[in-house]
Nanobody, 115 residues
Framework: QVQLVESGGGLVQPGGSLRLSCAAS????????MSWYRQAPGKERELVAT????????NYVDSVKGRFTISRDNAKKTVYLQMNSLKPEDTAVYYC????????WGQGTQVTVSS
């Protein structure tokens, strides 16, 4: 069955960096685009970044452009989100997503940006 397991979240000061990882299993990883979403308290889940199957095309929500980078390693079946210059408004639970006939989600990893 499809499994997505996120890791790498934590507490970081404003201006700091984190790298999130999402290990995938149960499907042919290299055949699917992958995405990161986030959900802050009291807000709807929002799409943060997407990467195509071979990694040739990436897209970002405007609020993270120039600060976040999505990448993937198809051999390791892992997608990453490098987050730099973090801001308090980046605080959220971050989720890995794959759409394979329906949406699949990981359990999420908490990112807290605070001094």
């Amino acid at each position: 069955q499809v499994q997505l397991v996120e890791s790498g979240g934590g507490l970081v000061q404003p201006g700091g960096s984190l790298r999130l990882s999402c290990a995938a299993s149960g499907f042919t990883f290299r055949m699917y685009s992958m995405s990161w979403y986030r959900q802050a308290p009291g807000k709807e889940r929002e799409l943060v970044a997407t990467i195509t199957r071979a990694g040739g095309t990436t897209n970002y929500v405007d609020s993270v452009k120039g600060r976040f980078t999505i990448s993937r390693d198809n051999a390791k079946k892992t997608v990453y989100l490098q987050m730099n210059s973090l801001k308090p408004e980046d605080t959220a639970v971050y989720y890995c997503n794959a759409y394979i006939n329906r949406a699949y989600w990981g359990q999420g990893t908490q990112v807290t940006v605070s001094s």
